[in-house]
């Protein structure tokens, strides 16, 4: 209770559930999401508008953010907006976003290898290092990143997705 979270991927599935219960719980959310679907179509802020509003209407508090944080000067304002809304700077990361690109290893487009890797891992790392100096005035605090499967054993054609997921995995 009265923690600060940041939901990367937040509109959709794992990052979904993980912002609703970080909401029940009595954690202040940004629901971070820029819209886009796994497979690069549609960004837009009406998915993470979505949900920080389902989180509002059950009682929680919550924002809605559409930063595509691999900027580190992108990632470093969204940590400043969050913490002028919610009054304390976060100390909680929950990373889900990602995309997806089907594809062998060899066919895969370096537009494809972006697409994938930037959005998981480097959001992940951007967030990660402009939140570490509150987690450390704080005391405490947690990064939580998202995988799969496909991080254990190669899914031949999701060499990208593969490759992103392992990679977050210390």
Do not use: F, Y
């Not at 802020?45 to 920080?52: D, F, I, Q, R, T």
């Not at 290898?113 to 704080?138: C, K, T």
């Amino acid at each position: 209770r009265g923690a600060v979270a940041v939901v990367t991927g937040g509109g959709r599935g794992i990052g979904r559930a993980s912002a609703l219960e970080l909401a029940a719980s009595g954690t202040a959310v940004c629901v971070n999401d820029t819209g886009v679907a796994l497979d690069g179509t549609g960004p837009g802020p009406e998915v993470a508008g979505a949900v920080a509003d389902e989180i509002r209407t059950a009682g929680g508090r919550a924002m809605a953010a559409v930063t595509d944080a691999r900027d580190p000067r992108a990632a470093k304002a969204l940590l400043a907006e969050v913490e002028a809304w919610a009054g304390a700077p976060p100390t909680v990361l929950v990373h889900g976003a990602g995309t997806l690109r089907d594809g062998m290893a060899h066919r895969a487009s370096d537009e494809d290898w972006e697409e994938v890797l930037g959005p998981h891992l480097g959001v992940a790392i951007q967030l990660s290092r402009a939140m570490l100096p509150s987690i450390r005035a704080a005391g405490w605090g947690t990064t939580i990143s998202a995988t799969s499967l496909c991080a254990r054993s190669a899914w031949p054609r999701r060499s990208p997705s593969s490759r992103k997921r392992s990679a977050s995995i210390p």
